[in-house]
Structure formats: C-alpha cells, structure tokens
C-alpha cells in the first residue's frame, strides 16, 4: 500500500471513530403546556369575548425554554428543551380554551376576520421562566386586561398583573412543564374570578 493510500485509510478511520465516540447528535424534546379544566359557573359575560395573541420581549415569544438563577437577571434558553408554539400563542390559546370551559362568556373566541367582539381580553406576558436550585420552580407574571370595545372611551373593566410561583418536583424541564401548566392554571383561576365580579 502507497504512502498517500495509508495515510486516507488512517484519516477515515479516524473520521469513523470520531464518530462513534461521540455519539448520536441530541434530539429536540417538545412539551405542551397543560392548563386544569374550570368548573363551569356564572355570572357570565354577554355576546362575544375576544382574547388577543399575547404581547411580550423577544425571548418570551421563542420556543426554547427559559432557565433562570436566583440573584440574577440574566436568563438562558434551553438547547434542545422547547414548548410546541410561542408562549405568546400558547398562552393566547389556553386562556381562550379556559374561559370557554369556564362560560365566562356567551362566546369565546381567538381573533376571527370579519366578527366585531364585545369584549377583549389582551395579554402581556413578562415572565415564564425556570428556576433550578434545591428548590426547583417556576415563575410566571403578566398582564391581563379586560374592556368592553363597543363603547366609547371604555375603560378596562380589569386591568391587572398577576403572579404566580409553582414548586416542580426536580430541576429537569419535563417537571417544569408541569409546573408551569399549575402556575398558569393559578392565574387564569385568578383572572376569571376578577371577570366575574367586573360583569355587569
């Protein structure tokens, strides 16, 4: 065998073993955000209900989940750890689903072309982030707001920021999930009381 024979025979070889030393590439986990079913009861708005796509900084609008540590402002995305949509459209969705669920009005729904909503609920996410540590959690906070659009100069009928914290049972992201759907569930629980005492 030449020498240049050798030495591509030794450099593919090399190229295989590298590979196997390394490993398979890692695979990109997904996870749904699972928000509890209300009891359905009154009072409940009239007409139609409309929830907005949430607004939020440019990191909460990616998929990848977030980790945050304590004392610090500073938060990292997860690598191959991401939600199935948005936060954003997640959140938008889940509250639309909740409040139906709940009959928090005659008619619940996202935004549709062509349909003049009575009421508007609008969003502002500004945390939703992982918190690891001997005591692993979750933190979520918006902004949720309620009006009545068909009147003139309204004003929000409820217009708070809600905060919600929820232990998870390890550091890993899949129990995060979890958490995250409990926090969640916590806030909406929340946000429709403070509906039903704002109806008319």
């Known amino acids: ?47 139609l209900l409309e929830v907005d796509r949430f607004t939020s900084d440019d990191v909460l609008r990616r998929p990848a989940m977030l ?34 669920a709940a009959g928090a009005a005659q008619t619940v729904t996202t935004r549709v072309a062509g349909l003049t909503a009575e009421w508007q609920v609008t969003g502002q996410l500004r945390r939703f982030d992982q918190m690891g540590g001997p005591d692993p959690k979750v933190t979520v906070e918006m902004e949720l707001s309620l009006r009545q659009r068909l009147r003139r100069n309204s004003k929000s009928a409820v217009q708070k920021v809600y905060r919600a914290e929820a232990r998870a049972d390890d550091e890993s992201p899949g129990a995060a999930a979890d958490a995250f759907g409990s926090a969640v569930s916590t806030i909406f629980e929340q946000f429709t009381a403070d509906l039903r005492a704002a109806t008319p």
């Open 1 to 47: 065998m030449s020498v240049r024979r050798l030495l591509l025979a030794c450099a593919a070889l090399a190229i295989v073993t590298a590979g196997c030393v390394a490993g398979p590439a890692p695979r990109d986990h997904f996870y749904r955000l699972v928000v509890a079913t209300p009891a359905k009861s009154g009072p409940t708005l009239p007409g």
């Open 67 to 100: 980790r945050a540590q304590s004392g610090s402002p500073e938060v990292t995305p997860y690598a191959y750890h991401l939600w199935v949509n948005s936060p954003t459209l997640m959140l938008q969705q889940a509250l639309a689903d909740y409040l139906r």
